[in-house]
């Protein structure tokens, strides 16, 4: 069964950084690691939809929003079965909640949520200005 678990989130003041871990665990129907497949991060705020802010495939291929472009890293460790989002230059607007989410193919074809199997429960970015 995939299990996936996000932490790091928190309080910050705009202009400041936060790092998002997302622990992974369990196998794919197929039989691979979660974390050899397309991974991602999506985010929410309140009263708008999901929407997608970063990806990376299994060949550690990148992929990221227009609007957190320069500011917002995406990584991960194989090793450690472990995808990271680095968050720099926050803005109120990046408030929302952040889902980390994973499909059952190795490739990321776009950022729509129907295409992720896997998700985690969320970890909360608050950023005043």
């Known amino acids: 069964q995939v299990h996936l678990v996000e932490s790091g989130g928190g309080s910050v003041q705009a202009g400041g950084s936060l790092r998002l871990s997302c622990s992974t665990s369990?196998?794919?129907?197929?039989?691979?690691?979660?974390?050899?497949?397309?991974m991602g991060w999506f985010r929410q705020a309140p009263g708008q939809e999901r929407e997608g802010v970063a990806l990376?495939?299994?060949?550690?291929?990148?992929s990221y929003a227009e609007s957190v472009k320069g500011r917002f890293t995406i990584s991960k460790d194989n090793a450690k079965n472990t995808l990271d989002l680095q968050i720099n230059s926050l803005k109120p607007e990046d408030t929302a909640m952040y889902y980390c989410?994973?499909?059952?193919?190795?490739?990321?074809?776009?950022?729509?949520?129907?295409?992720?199997?896997?998700w985690g429960q969320g970890t909360q970015v608050t950023v005043s200005s």
């Open positions: 990376i495939d299994t060949k550690d291929r990148t």
């Open positions: 369990g196998y794919t129907p197929s039989g691979y690691t979660i974390s050899s497949r397309c």
């Open positions: 989410a994973a499909r059952a193919w190795p490739y990321c074809s776009s950022f729509g949520e129907y295409e992720y199997n896997y």
